[in-house]
């Protein structure tokens, strides 16, 4: 009994055995040039790479087919790939990314049905397109249907073999038109696709900076997909157009802010690269200190002042009336010009608010300090007449130092007419009457005259009366009107 069980195991195990010889047996001999097989590497030789097929013959390709860019091996044991059945036989499976070979008609025409890739080989430019040996066969490929990409230079293709994918099969074979493009279309919407399923708002990638723009930056994330950082988001200083930061070919770290698809479809993402960056004013307490004078940028002007660029991304105001001590200045632009280096003093910070106040004549220095030591009183000095006004004339002694020689100083000149005849622009020497730091006020005097204190200042400073009323002693002309009455009524 024990024998005749052991027997019926045995005789079920050379059945099972024969049957799985049987079935992988017929899977093997299934196979025929052109099918799509999925299979797992198995193993990797210095020429070739061997897939389990499923059949019971392994198959094999060229090590070659699976190198990438750089030339490194982009498979490995246990990977899945998916090729195409070049040859079978009971002895060996031949496979391929796409196929190849010396092939017929047929084989063109179940490529072009069945929509697999075939191998082809650029070999001339023609007239709107290329010349493309295909399976031994002459093919045609548009120019449009090479690249994904505008084609800027034909030749650059040819000698190169691709993959294409037949899109029309006429003639029995004698009309044969590829597309490489649509082949490249598939791979970056499948990629495209499995990025999205992975990125999303917040994600922070590596992008490559493939065309500037007015606006901003185009940055490339995977082939084929396509972020704007804007020109506000490259930095956090203060930019004007995107070349001042980053050139093609650039690889920036940015952060997704948003992935939309528009009405027509097209994927719209929007990123920053500032914001992967540290805030510059988390270190402006630490970078910037009042009262200190530093070089900086104009990067903007107003009507009430400047904006200047005291570090990298923090921006400062010079108000208008901190432009300068020597000059009256009407508008920011009479100044300074955005790009301008100045040099500043920082005289308030406000990390709440996040402002920094700036003078720009303050770090050149008030010109009246030490003026009395400069321009003491009784000193003869030499100067540059600005002006003549009615009360007299305005002397520069240095820049953003103005004295006034009244009219009646003027006149005490032992050769007053040769000051009426002076002109703006003319040197003149004159002696200091007195100095009024406080209210930055110097009266001057000719050489050699001694003067009192001069209020032609407060008369300068005055708005001028209309002369409608009469003043003074009025006795003389009450007494000619009634001298006039009398002569009148006389004759009368």
């Not at 992967?276 to 200190?289: C, I």
């Not at 009615?390 to 953003?400: H, N, S, T």
Request: charged letters at 30%; one cysteine or more; a negative charge.
């Amino acid at each position: 009994m024990a024998g005749s069980d052991d027997s019926r195991q045995n005789g079920a195990e050379e059945s099972f055995e024969a049957m799985l010889d049987a079935y992988t047996g017929s899977m093997g001999e299934s196979l025929k040039v052109g099918d799509r097989v999925k299979g797992t590497v198995i193993s990797i030789t210095a020429d070739s790479v061997f897939v389990d097929t499923g059949t019971k013959v392994d198959g094999v390709a060229e090590r070659s087919e699976f190198l990438d860019d750089a030339g490194e091996l982009a498979v490995k044991d246990g990977d899945e790939v998916e090729l195409y059945v070049m040859a079978a036989n009971a002895q060996e499976i031949r496979l391929s990314k796409a196929l190849s070979g010396i092939g017929g008609a047929a084989i063109l025409e179940d490529a072009f049905r069945a929509n697999l890739p075939v191998e082809g080989r650029v070999v001339a430019t023609r007239k709107g397109g290329y010349d493309v040996e295909v399976l031994k066969r002459r093919a045609f490929c548009p120019v449009s249907q090479i690249d994904t990409r505008f084609v800027e230079d034909a030749e650059a293709y040819v000698g190169q073999t691709f993959q294409f994918q037949i899109i029309k099969f006429e003639q029995n074979g004698r009309n044969v038109v590829v597309s490489r493009r649509v082949l490249l279309e598939q791979e970056l919407e499948a990629k495209r696709a499995e990025f999205l399923a992975e990125i999303k708002e917040g994600s922070v990638v590596d992008a490559k900076i493939v065309r500037l723009a007015p606006f901003g930056a185009f940055a490339e994330i995977q082939p084929g997909i396509e972020g704007l950082i804007h020109v506000s988001e490259l930095s956090w200083a203060r930019i004007g157009s995107a070349d001042e930061v980053v050139s093609e070919g650039d690889v920036v770290r940015a952060k997704v802010l948003s992935i939309e698809t528009d009405k027509k479809g097209q994927l719209r993402i929007s990123m920053s690269a500032k914001q992967v960056m540290e805030n510059p004013w988390a270190r402006v307490a630490e970078d910037l200190k009042e009262g200190e004078v530093r070089e900086g940028k104009v990067v903007r002007l107003t009507n009430f002042g400047a904006f200047v660029e005291v570090l990298p991304g923090i921006d400062g105001l010079v108000h208008i009336s901190e432009m300068s001590y020597t000059k009256r200045v009407h508008k920011p632009g009479d100044m300074v010009a955005a790009g301008d280096k100045v040099m500043v003093k920082v005289k308030g910070i406000d990390l709440n608010a996040q402002r920094v106040s700036l003078s720009m004549k303050e770090a050149e220095g008030d010109p009246w300090a030490g003026i009395e030591e400069r321009f003491a009183a009784g000193a003869t000095v030499e100067g540059k007449v600005e002006s003549r006004t009615d009360f007299g004339l305005f002397v520069a002694l240095a820049p953003g130092i103005t004295g006034l020689m009244p009219k009646s100083n003027m006149a005490k000149a032992d050769k007053a007419a040769n000051l009426d005849n002076v002109k703006p622009g003319d040197t003149l020497q004159v002696t200091v009457a007195q100095v009024r730091t406080a209210e930055r006020k110097i009266t001057l005097a000719p050489v050699g005259v001694v003067t009192e204190e001069d209020n032609s200042w407060k008369e300068y400073r005055k708005p001028k009366a209309e002369k409608t009323t009469v003043s003074g002693d009025t006795s003389a002309f009450s007494n000619s009107l009634g001298a006039a009455l009398k002569n009148a009524l006389k004759n009368k």
